[in-house]
């Protein structure tokens, strides 16, 4: 964790929220839902994944298109999508609410982590080994 804390801010804080969120999420989608512990882990959650979209605004390791790539359209989408699931759940459009946050669980913290693991990238170094 050494190479993670000597990378510049905010990197450090986005990775593991990032980890966090994968953890609470994988949590959120095994117990039972409509609780009122699956609706307070599930705002905690939602605040972590604003945390890790947010942060990555910030993160110019792939530069594309001047300071920003691909990866900052799926931050955007993030924060769409976590407004979506917010309005799907208070409206009692659960079956979207669902398929919103599992979209961003797949999509948003799992298929991006795979792409944090490309040699030359921090996390790569870190699970791998330098």
Same mark, same amino acid.
């Not at 890790?52 to 792939?62: G, L, Q, Y």
């Not at 920003?68 to 931050?75: K, N």
């Not at 769409?80 to 699931?85: E, F, H, P, V």
């Not at 979209?103 to 797949?106: N, T």
């Given at each position: 964790m050494t190479l993670l804390f000597a990378e510049a801010p905010p *990197? %450090? !804080? /986005?990775? !593991?929220?990032?980890l966090l969120a994968v953890i609470l999420g994988g949590i959120q989608l095994a117990m039972k839902k409509g609780t009122r512990l699956h609706k307070a882990l599930g705002w905690i959650w939602t605040v972590i994944m604003a945390i890790? &979209? *947010?942060? $990555?605004?910030? *993160? /110019?390791? =792939?530069k594309l298109w001047g300071q +920003? $790539? %691909? *990866?900052?359209?799926? $931050?955007l989408w993030t924060l =769409? $999508? !976590? #407004? @979506? &699931?917010i309005y799907f759940a208070k409206t009692g459009k659960i079956k979207r609410h669902k398929q919103v946050m599992v979209? @961003? +669980? #797949?999509f948003g913290l799992i298929l991006t982590g795979f792409f944090t693991m490309m040699p030359g990238r921090v996390? /790569?170094?870190i699970?791998?080994?330098?």
């Open positions: *990197i %450090p !804080l /986005h990775a !593991l929220a990032a890790v &979209a *947010i942060t $990555s605004f910030f *993160i /110019h390791e =792939i +920003y $790539s %691909p *990866i900052h359209l799926l $931050s =769409i $999508s !976590l #407004g @979506l &699931a979209a @961003l +669980y #797949g996390m /790569h170094q699970i791998f080994g330098g």
